[in-house]
């Protein structure tokens, strides 16, 4: 099946830093990428919807100026953690819809950001 | 507008146990619906789907049937493994994004 490959897998920070998170689709080309984040014990929080070439699309609560998408090629969604801090913490995934398969999504293998 | 409600857990099994984790879901339309699995340390896998009423999706052992007359899609396995615990969603499609349930840990002992 198609592949989604997310970069780095693990990272750790300082407090105040940024940390940028990779999301590419390997075999195919994807227009639509979505960025989720899952907290302890909780389910997968759908944060942002990322369209190639146009601004991604914000789910309520998430601030887009602290969780940066560029979706600037149709195998590449970027997020970006801005002056990250100790609740950022989180496992992070992104997933990237097929085209023409009826909403099938492929996911990433997350990415566990930890904030120091 | 749309969801899916799973069974809470965590669900404790011993090996060989047969399982099953319910999921039902509202919607309009005719939605796919998809069991996913994250095991432990690892990114969502996709388990197995199905696009239509009457499907049944299946994989690894695991089976679950699309059941619009009640709006159904539970996952179901005849002989659980130590390997098969994880965390397990059911989710729906609405509009080209996936609606997830909560999950439901599942914990099997030797």
């Known amino acids: 099946g198609a592949v989604v490959s997310q970069h780095p897998s693990w990272v750790i920070c300082k407090s105040g830093t940024s940390v940028k998170i990779e999301c590419r689709s390997l075999?195919?080309?994807?227009?639509?990428m979505f960025w989720y984040r899952q907290f302890p014990k909780q389910s997968l929080m759908l944060m942002a919807t990322s369209n190639e070439g146009s601004k991604a699309t914000y789910e309520q609560g998430v601030e887009k100026d602290k969780f940066l998408i560029n979706h600037a090629s149709l195998t590449l969604s970027t997020l970006t953690v801005t002056s990250a801090h100790p609740e950022d913490s989180s496992f992070y995934i992104c997933?990237?819809?097929?085209?023409?398969?009826?909403?099938?999504?492929?996911f990433g293998e997350g990415s566990r950001l930890t904030v120091l | 507008g749309d969801s899916v409600t799973q069974m809470e857990g965590p669900v404790t099994l011993s090996e060989e146990a047969f399982l099953t984790i319910n999921c039902t879901y509202t919607?309009?339309?005719?939605?796919?619906l998809f069991w996913y699995v994250q095991y432990p340390g690892e990114g969502l896998q996709l388990l197995l789907k199905?696009?239509?009423a009457d499907d049944k999706g299946s994989n690894k052992g695991f089976e679950a049937t699309y059941r619009k007359e009640t709006t159904s899609f539970h996952l179901e396995k005849g002989s659980v493994q130590v390997s098969d615990s994880a965390v397990y969603f059911c989710?729906?499609?609405?509009?080209?994004?996936?609606?997830w349930g909560a999950g439901t840990k599942l914990i099997i002992k030797p």
């Open positions: 997933s990237a819809r097929l085209a023409g398969f009826g909403g099938e999504l492929f």
């Open positions: 075999d195919f080309q994807a227009t639509t």
């Open positions: 919607a309009t339309g005719y939605p796919s």
């Open positions: 199905a696009t239509k």
């Open positions: 989710a729906l499609n609405s509009n080209y994004q996936l609606i």
